[in-house]
């Protein structure tokens, strides 16, 4: 069964600075979701990725898909407090989707 | 549209004790998904169903029961629970198209005392 690593757990980082998650799969992804999650509360969909060498962005947060589909990676640039929460990544296999064990956040102020 | 709903959204029981919980989605979604979410675990798969009559196990079933009698209504049953399955549990529901979105509910947090 495919696996999803994420890397690291969890980041404390201060406000203003840049950051990456990396997220990576035991097999071959074929859609790669990214969510975001605010304690307490339920996912916000961020982006999907689907092909090797695919990159999005929305506001200040980029997301990649490596060549090979075996790794994604998240980058915030000059993070906020807005920013905090937990980072969670998905992949879609054989109608299933699966999470990895998410990254917890702290942007300090 | 409200999406998928998730009922009840709080709710302490005793171990032992038994409960449903309901998930009900208004977009004729075919997928629908139950997961858990434990600290530093991520969202765990329960079960999921790929149509109305049709359920299969995720990668924690033990301890669970579901039911999809209803395209737009999935249920998670805890028929004696347990302290361990003092979680949040999230729904989720899917058209069932390749590549499609993921519609999440608000979750359900039990605490199982």
């Known amino acids: 069964s495919q696996e999803l690593e994420q890397s690291p757990q969890s980041l404390i980082v201060q406000e203003g600075k840049n950051l990456t998650i990396n997220c990576t799969s035991s097999?071959?992804?074929?859609?790669l979701y990214w969510y975001k999650q605010k304690y307490g509360e339920g996912l916000i969909f961020l982006m999907m990725?689907?092909?090797?060498?695919e990159e999005k962005s929305h506001e200040k947060i980029t997301a990649k898909l490596d060549e090979k589909k075996q790794q994604s990676s998240l980058h915030i640039t000059a993070s906020q407090p807005s920013h905090a929460g937990i980072y969670l990544c998905?992949?879609?296999?054989?109608?299933?989707?699966?999470f990895g064990q998410g990254t917890t956040l702290q942007v300090k102020p | 549209n409200a999406g998928v709903t998730q009922t009840p959204k709080f709710r302490v029981l005793k171990t032992g004790q038994s409960m449903t919980l309901l998930c009900a989605q208004d977009?004729?979604?075919?997928?629908m998904y139950w997961y858990r979410q434990d600290p530093g675990m991520g969202l765990r798969l329960i079960h999921y169903?790929?149509?109305?009559?049709?359920?299969a196990k995720g990668e924690v079933p033990d301890g669970y029961n579901v039911s999809r009698l209803k395209k737009q209504n999935f249920l998670l049953g805890l028929e004696s629970a347990a302290p361990s399955q003092t979680s949040v549990y999230f729904c989720?529901?899917?058209?069932?198209?390749?590549?499609?979105?993921?519609?999440f509910g608000s979750g359900t947090r039990l605490t199982v005392v």
């Open positions: 097999k071959t992804l074929y859609g």
């Open positions: 998905g992949a879609a296999s054989l109608g299933k989707l699966i």
């Open positions: 169903s790929v149509g109305e009559g049709t359920t």
């Open positions: 990725l689907q092909k090797g060498g």
């Open positions: 977009m004729n979604h075919e997928y």
């Open positions: 989720a529901s899917n058209p069932g198209l390749l590549l499609s979105g993921y519609t």
